[in-house]
């Protein structure tokens, strides 16, 4: 990746994620990042392949975050509520605005762009990988009791986060973040998904 | 209300929750009201005029539902899952597009027009109330086990309703709505938020 295409996906980040991606053009963004009017398709092939590396770099974004605390020492339930009060800090520094870029894409994007849709189910799944090693870890280690099924608690605790920060941002309050973790490690660390719920 | 009015609410309606607020002119509306072009400020004041009477409208269509589950028979555990699966059963003959117009207004809107923001906020806030007329219902009866709040477990069970469609549609699959339901409905029936989580 060249310097300007970086330089354009970072500041193209930034305003898509404000704007979302239709609201957003593309001479916006070579003005923010600084270059040339009109050199846009030298970079990208298209707004599209921009959109979908955009998604990339989102991505990567969100697992630096996870990793590190994958990464860190401690028992992992710790571990992963500052993962969850890092994401919180982020969202509040921002004045509570913004919120998951991946989110706010899916819904803007995925009934009109299945090139995007894939890509961010992709990433979703990726994202769940991530709690899932935390869950994993914590359940190896005693600190869970009885998950059942990690695969699905992890892609509810993802899908109930993306809500959650939905809310905070109509809200502008960190306060459904607070109270997403609180149910959700309420639920964790003393119960477990029946069969017969099922 | 007018007639007009009303037919330029329910088209916007459809165009909206497919393609957003921005992404939809005045003018795509007027052509599917078949209203004439250029008519539109003699219905409504502005567009912002129009969009807040269109969060009433969506918020109208979600309480039909609500409510109709809240005044029917029979246990009210039963009632609220059944209200879940008509939603979902909506979602999914839409072909698990759209998802809520409510959430989707909200991610677009909240950072950006503020009297949209408090607008989404206070619906979001009577679903809350709808909910919570559910939980207390099954309480009152015995159905759940000692839920303390029911306030903050309704806002829970709100968020994560929209994280989960917003999931379900960016998987093209009613899957992530079940999820919800199987982790809220086992929460609900057999745990309780305790004091020393908070």
């Known amino acids: 990746m060249t310097q300007t295409q970086e330089a354009l996906l970072r500041h193209g980040a930034e305003i898509i994620h404000l704007k979302g991606f239709h609201h957003t053009g593309i001479n916006e963004i070579l003005h923010a990042a600084g270059v040339p009017k009109g050199s846009f398709y030298f970079h990208f092939k298209s707004k599209e392949d921009f959109g979908l590396k955009l998604i990339d770099f989102y991505a990567q974004q969100l697992h630096a975050v996870i990793d590190k605390h994958l990464e860190a020492e401690g028992p992992y339930m710790t571990r992963f509520r500052l993962m969850f ?3 919180r800090d982020i969202f509040t520094s921002q004045g509570c605005r ?3 870029p991946i989110g706010n894409l899916a819904l803007e994007m995925s009934d009109t762009h299945e090139a995007f849709r894939r890509r961010l189910e992709e990433v979703f799944r990726s ?3 991530g709690i899932q090693a935390f869950l994993q870890g914590a359940r190896s280690r005693g600190e869970i009791t009885e998950v059942h099924d990690i695969e699905k608690t992890a892609d509810f605790i993802i899908n109930s986060w993306e809500g959650a920060l939905l809310r905070a ?3 502008k309050s960190p306060e459904p973040l607070d ?8 639920w964790m660390t003393r119960h477990r998904l029946d069969d017969r719920t099922t």
Chains 1, 2 share one sequence.
């Open 127 to 129: 994202l769940r990988r």
């Open 98 to 100: 913004l919120g998951c």
């Open 169 to 171: 941002k109509v809200q």
């Open 179 to 186: 109270l997403f973790f609180r149910f959700v490690s309420d």
């Open 85 to 87: 009060e890092e994401f």
